[in-house]
Structures are given as C-alpha cells and as structure tokens.
C-alpha cells in the first residue's frame, strides 16, 4: 500500500515465521480465518490519505503525503496543490478531483466525521486507494476510491534540531530491534457501520465526476481452501550442473528457514537481500547454485528463499482462487489482505501470482535481458509511454532520450482501456502498428518492450537494479501530458535507495527540463487531437501530428478498423471475383442474386468506405428491397451485369444459404 498508511506484510515478514512448517501454518490459519468471516479485497492502486484540516474558511478537507514537509503535516488543501506538485504532475488533478467531491459532501458528513475521529484531530485519516483506468499492473473497469479505513500518524520529529515535527500517536517500539517503529502511522479501531454511511452520502457527488466511493471490500468464500495438491507439486533446485534435486514442495518447506534479512553474494560480485525476486526467478529458471551465488555457505539461502517465494506465490493463488467479493473474484485483484492480532498489528497481504506478476507479464523478459547486457557504466533511458496513438510529439521526446543515452527502453502499452468520450484504440492494433511502422524509424539504441503496465515495468527494471546495486545510470523521461500513466515515476525514485543515494537514478527533468518536453517543434499535437481525428473520419488531421516515415494512411486504416484506402481498391476486383468463385463452386451458374451482393458490397466499399468484412456484413443483413435500391447505384461497379432478376433468389436474398456461405467466408478471411 505504501504513503501515509506504510507498507503491509508479505507472510515471510512476520517474525512467527520462522520457517517452512511455520509459513505453511500461516496459510492454513488464514484459510480459517477467510473461511469464517471476511478479509479485504487488496487493490492495486495509488495511497491517497484524506484528513480533515481547520482552514481561514473554515473546515476543509486535505491530503497529506506523510512526509515532514509543512505543507504535508498542514495539509495540502484544494488551493494548495500546486504548491506541492509541480505542473503537470498527474497528482494534480487526481487531488482537485477527490478534495472537490469530499468538500461538496462535508456539510452533510459531519456527524460521522466527529464519530470517527477526523472532525478535530488532523493526525487521523482516512486511508484510500485511488484508481483511475490502469494502476501499477491492473485494469480496472471504472474510476473509484476505495476507503480502507482510518489511521493516525505517529509523531515524528526530524532529526535537525528545530526543524520539522509532525504530531500524532506514540511510536512504540519494535520488539525485535528495540528501537522506535517506523511505520508513519498505525490502523485504529471504527465504527464500520459510521464509515458506510458516510460513504452512501458521498458517492452521490462522487458519481457527478464519475466516481464510485467504496468501504473496505469484503472477501467471501466461494470454494474450498486446499493446499494439498500445491505442497505435493514438484519444485526443482539446480545446484550444480551434476546436481539438481526434485522433490515435492512441502517437503522442500520441511527442512527450509526463513531467509529474511540474510544478505547473499553473487558470482558477478552483486550483494543483495536472498529473499528476493531475482534470486527466486533465477532459480526457477534453472540457473545453477554454483552460477548464481559466490560462496557455498550462501547456497543454501538462496535456495531456501527460492523456496519461500515458490510457497508463498503458490499457497497465495489456492487462497485467492477460492475467494470473490462484490468487486469480482479476487484472482482478478492484486490479493486480500487479513488483519488479525495473532498475525500481530500490522495487516498482511496475501497476493499470489502478483508477487511476482509484473516480472512474468510486464515485459518479454528475453529481450529485456538482451537489451540490458554488459550495460555496467552506460546510460539507460526509460521512457514509459501509452501512447495512443504514437505520434510525432512522442516521437520527439524519445529521439530527445536516444541522443542523451547509451539505450533507451520504451515501454509501450497494449492495454485496451478506453478514455471516455474518445475514440477506442485497442491494445493489439497499437503493438501491430509499432511492428509495422514505428520500429523502423526508432533510432538503432531504442528498444521498444511490449505489454503490461508501462510505469509498473519501470519499477520492475529499477527494483531490479536497485538489488544489484550495479553501476549503470538510469534516466527516466516521464511524458508530461499523460499523467495518467506516467505520474507517479520520477516522484517515487527515492524507494529505489541503492540507486538514488549514489546518483544513478534521476529524471531527465532534472537534467533539463527540454529533456522532456514532448512535442518539441509539434506545439499543436496530442493524442486527444489525434483521437477526435480518428473519430471525425479526419485523414489530413490524423496525418499531420504523425512522425515522419510512416505510412500515415495504413495507421488510420488499422486504427478505424477499415484497410487503407489503396488497398480497398486494389482488392475490389479480388473480391467480386472471391463471390463469383463461391457462389459458382455451389451452384455452378450465375445468378443476379449473386450480382446484387456483389453490388452492394462493391457500393460499400469503393464509395462508402467500408471495409470488405464491414461491407459483407451489411449487404446480408438487408432486405431485399433495400439491398435492389443500393446495387442500382453501383450497377456499373460490376462488369457484364444484365440487369434481369431471378424469381427463385427475389425475396430470399437473406435467408438463401449460398448467400450465408459468401458473407461468412468474408467475414473470415
């Protein structure tokens, strides 16, 4: 979850963990407790926490980010954002948008404010989860918030004598380090019922910006929870190339402890966490022990935190598979998450695949590592991009990012989320179009990477190297006009520390600000133009904001669902001759049904615009008295057409099966 509300347990941070019998524990309590009452749904999202702040005007609601900024611990109110967040920073809009729907409800949501403790203290808050189309891997199917509950910050005083102090609840301390915890805040105790009826008050102005409020999801048990046939499954570990070992995976948990907090040290000289997700899909993949980690006392941790992340990813789906909830299945969510005092204080998340789901379905792992080779002491740019359609605006930015690097990377989307009111662009036309036009004109170090999250893939990338700790440089070219993708990129690079703290990570804003200026020279481009374009049947428009070298007509033709225009006449003879063919091969003469289809489709395609499936289509679903108007324009479309009629076809021109055959071969083709 991260921000204000801190970060939830995975099941091998909690300290009763302590070995493999004790993570298959965990699991079978959590499959009690699942059964016997609700867990939440866990949505992958953005943090957002919302608290009630006193202000000239009066009460007002406000974010704050849990840093020791003073606009943070103040709060960052509606006339605030932009002192917080720079201009086109995608948390501008997002805050505008959630602090108008809540101070448009505050005079109604008083009572139940006071009854959950926001009203007059502002170190409590509601803790959310913002969604808005696609998140850090997911694809959600509305806009919505989803309040998890309430917290309070603990107090914190910045360690410069004088400087910042945020208030809030006492930091107790951490038993197994004893020093002061350090969560930003804690979960407190709610009246639920309070919280659902203030969110019932709210989603009315919420669904005016076409928004839904939620509460915390409950899960709810659809099947039966068994972990048998999971920990009899088979996971393999190569230890050397004369030494692998099979065996089932509750016997490999048997004799496993958990690895957490061990450090391990690579062949290549990498130092890292064995619990880890590189450590885990190495071995996974087959690499051997003796090719993976420098020392043979390390081996075994490695293998023993394979094995954990095996369990948990594994474990995690038998738990996720038999759960739904009034959002859907819980397998189509990042997880649910449990909160229980024998767990301790901190809630934990169980994900399943989505422990490692941005690794396996973010990016094709093969040509990523194939970019990434020998890449120790050069510059890498990543460039995530959504980019539909891709026009010369980001063409521009990416050849910016191609002159100032050793390689680019650009993630590119293939989602097939639809802005609203625009004109739909699918996911699979967009990679086709890439293939087929946009490749070419890439500058040679630009590696273009296809599918998944583009700002998910990045933190992939980032975490990745961040475990290394190697020596490249990493800069981020985050695309100002498309916060909805690329915004929280270059306001999160401080997670990566490794990186960070050594210079190796920064946004090429920092750099210069024309770095990533998208659309230099193209001031009047932008994908909503292009969008409005495709919509308005608009060639010349859509045209004109492309990169020069590609095929400008081709792109319109895929992304209207119609073939170019070329090419729909130079096929319009192939097709006349495709329905002669069929009809001829069924009933051996031509007939003037035949010539009316033909007609039809040949007035369709050659004066309409309509592609030859479109076109197909239409003409069978016409009766027959419309279907003689229309081919009576476009009788001279057909050669040797006689004009004469044939009494056994007149009036069965959409029931006749011949003609079916024609019309579903081309729909087909």
């Given at each position: 979850?991260?921000?204000a509300?801190?970060?939830m347990?995975?099941p091998?941070d909690?300290?009763?963990?302590?070995?493999?019998?004790?993570?298959?524990?965990?699991?079978?309590d959590?499959?009690?407790?699942?059964?016997?009452?609700p867990?939440?749904?866990?949505i992958?999202?953005?943090?957002?926490?919302?608290?009630?702040v006193d202000?000239p005007r009066?009460k007002?609601?406000?974010?704050?980010?849990?840093?020791?900024?003073h606009?943070?611990?103040?709060?960052?109110?509606a006339?605030?954002?932009?002192e917080r967040?720079?201009?086109?920073?995608?948390?501008?809009?997002?805050?505008?948008?959630?602090?108008?729907?809540?101070n448009e409800?505050l005079?109604n949501?008083?009572?139940?404010?006071?009854?959950?403790?926001l009203y007059?203290?502002?170190?409590?808050?509601f803790?959310?989860?913002?969604?808005k189309?696609?998140?850090?891997v997911?694809q959600?199917?509305e806009?919505f918030?989803?309040?998890?509950g309430?917290?309070?910050f603990?107090?914190k005083q910045s360690?410069?004598?004088?400087k910042a102090?945020?208030?809030g609840?006492?930091r107790?301390?951490d038993?197994?380090?004893?020093?002061?915890v350090?969560?930003?805040?804690?979960?407190?105790?709610?009246?639920?019922?309070t919280?659902?009826?203030?969110?019932?008050?709210?989603?009315?102005?919420?669904k005016r910006?076409?928004?839904?409020?939620?509460?915390?999801v409950?899960?709810?048990?659809?099947?039966?929870?068994?972990?048998?046939?999971?920990?009899?499954?088979d996971?393999t570990?190569?230890?050397?190339?004369e030494?692998?070992?099979?065996?089932?995976?509750?016997q490999?948990l048997?004799?496993?402890?958990?690895?957490?907090?061990?450090r391990?040290?690579?062949v290549?000289?990498?130092?890292?966490d064995?619990?880890?997700?590189?450590?885990?899909?190495s071995?996974?993949?087959?690499?051997?022990l003796?090719?993976l980690?420098?020392n043979?006392?390390?081996?075994k941790?490695?293998?023993?935190?394979?094995?954990?992340?095996?369990?948990?990813r594994?474990?995690?789906?038998?738990?996720?598979?038999?759960?739904t909830?009034?959002?859907?299945?819980?397998?189509e969510?990042?997880?649910?998450?449990?909160?229980n005092?024998?767990f301790g204080?901190k809630?934990?998340k169980?994900?399943?695949?989505f422990?490692?789901k941005?690794l396996e379905?973010?990016?094709?792992?093969?040509?990523l590592?194939?970019a990434m080779?020998?890449?120790?002491?050069?510059?890498?740019?990543?460039?995530?991009?959504?980019?539909?359609p891709?026009?010369?605006g980001?063409?521009?930015?990416?050849t910016?990012?191609a002159?100032q690097n050793?390689?680019?990377v650009?993630?590119?989307?293939?989602s097939?989320r639809?802005r609203?009111?625009?004109?739909p662009?699918?996911?699979?036309?967009?990679?086709?179009?890439?293939?087929?036009e946009?490749e070419?004109?890439?500058?040679?170090?630009?590696?273009?990477?296809?599918?998944?999250?583009?700002?998910?893939?990045?933190?992939?990338?980032?975490?990745q190297?961040?475990?290394?700790?190697?020596g490249?440089?990493?800069?981020?070219?985050s695309?100002?006009?498309d916060?909805?993708?690329n915004?929280p990129v270059?306001?999160?690079?401080?997670?990566?520390?490794?990186?960070?703290?050594?210079?190796?990570?920064?946004?090429?804003?920092?750099?210069?600000?024309?770095?990533?200026?998208?659309g230099?020279?193209?001031p009047d481009?932008?994908g909503?133009?292009l969008?409005?374009?495709?919509a308005?049947?608009?060639?010349?428009m859509?045209?004109?904001?492309?990169?020069?070298?590609?095929d400008a007509?081709?792109?319109?033709?895929?992304?209207?669902q119609?073939?170019p225009?070329?090419?729909q006449?130079k096929?319009l003879?192939?097709?006349f001759?495709?329905?002669?063919?069929?009809?001829?091969?069924?009933?051996?003469?031509?007939s003037?049904?035949q010539?009316?289809?033909?007609?039809?489709?040949?007035?369709?395609?050659?004066?309409?615009g309509?592609?030859q499936?479109q076109a197909a289509?239409?003409?069978?679903?016409?009766?027959?008295?419309e279907?003689?108007?229309?081919?009576?324009?476009?009788?001279?479309?057909?050669?040797?057409?006689?004009g004469s009629?044939?009494?056994?076809?007149?009036?069965l021109?959409?029931e006749?099966?011949?003609?079916?055959?024609?019309v579903?071969?081309?729909?087909n083709m």
């Open positions: 979850m991260g921000g509300a801190g970060h347990s995975h091998f909690l300290p009763t963990v302590r070995n493999g019998p004790d993570l298959i524990k965990f699991f079978e959590a499959a009690t407790l699942l059964t016997s009452g867990g939440s749904v866990k992958d999202g953005v943090n957002v926490s919302f608290k009630l202000t009066g007002e609601f406000a974010v704050d980010r849990g840093s020791l900024k606009i943070d611990v103040e709060g960052i109110t006339d605030r954002v932009g967040f720079a201009e086109g920073h995608g948390m501008r809009p997002a805050i505008t948008e959630l602090l108008s729907i809540f409800a005079p949501i008083g009572p139940e404010l006071k009854k959950l403790g007059d203290d502002p170190t409590v808050f803790n959310t989860e913002y969604v189309g696609t998140t850090n997911l959600y199917d806009d918030l989803a309040i998890h309430v917290n309070q603990y107090e360690r410069i004598r004088g102090y945020r208030p609840a006492e107790p301390i038993p197994k380090t004893d020093k002061p350090k969560d930003p805040s804690r979960e407190i105790p709610y009246d639920r019922p919280l659902l009826a203030l969110i019932k008050k709210v989603n009315p102005y919420a910006q076409g928004f839904k409020i939620y509460g915390d409950p899960t709810e048990t659809v099947g039966e929870i068994d972990f048998g046939p999971t920990l009899d499954t996971f570990v190569v230890f050397s190339e030494d692998q070992v099979t065996n089932p995976l509750g490999w048997a004799a496993a402890d958990n690895p957490k907090g061990v391990i040290e690579l290549d000289g990498r130092t890292m064995a619990l880890s997700k590189h450590v885990y899909m071995i996974l993949n087959g690499m051997s003796t090719d980690v420098k043979g006392d390390d081996a941790s490695a293998a023993d935190a394979a094995v954990f992340y095996h369990a948990t594994l474990l995690g789906n038998d738990v996720m598979n038999a759960l909830s009034p959002m859907g299945d819980i397998r969510h990042e997880g649910v998450i449990i909160r005092k024998i204080p809630p934990v169980i994900t399943g695949e422990i490692v941005g379905t973010s990016f094709p792992r093969g040509n590592d194939e080779e020998n890449r120790t002491g050069e510059t890498i740019g990543l460039v995530p991009l959504s980019a539909k891709y026009h010369a980001h063409h521009a930015l990416v910016k990012a002159e050793d390689k680019v650009v993630f590119v989307s293939t097939d639809e609203k009111g625009e004109f662009i699918s996911g699979a036309d967009m990679k086709r179009i890439w293939e087929e946009i070419s004109i890439l500058p040679s170090n630009v590696i273009p990477i296809y599918g998944g999250s583009p700002v998910r893939n990045v933190y992939e990338l980032l975490g190297a961040n475990e290394e700790g190697a490249t440089k990493y800069m981020i070219y695309d100002p006009e916060t909805e993708i915004y270059c306001n999160r690079l401080k997670y990566f520390p490794v990186l960070y703290e050594k210079g190796l990570v920064m946004c090429a804003a920092e750099v210069s600000p024309e770095s990533v200026t998208r230099v020279g193209t481009i932008s909503t133009k969008r409005a374009a495709l308005n049947n608009d060639l010349e859509f045209a004109a904001g492309l990169p020069a070298g590609v007509e081709k792109i319109f033709g895929i992304l209207r119609e073939e225009i070329q090419e006449k096929t003879s192939l097709l001759s495709l329905v002669e063919t069929v009809l001829e091969e069924e009933t051996k003469v031509s003037p049904g010539e009316r289809v033909s007609r039809k489709i040949a007035h369709l395609v050659g004066d309409e309509k592609s499936k289509a239409i003409a069978y679903s016409m009766e027959e008295d279907l003689d108007e229309i081919s009576s324009m476009a009788a001279g479309n057909v050669q040797g057409h006689s009629e044939d009494d056994e076809i007149q009036g021109i959409r006749d099966d011949i003609v079916e055959e024609v579903n071969y081309l729909l």
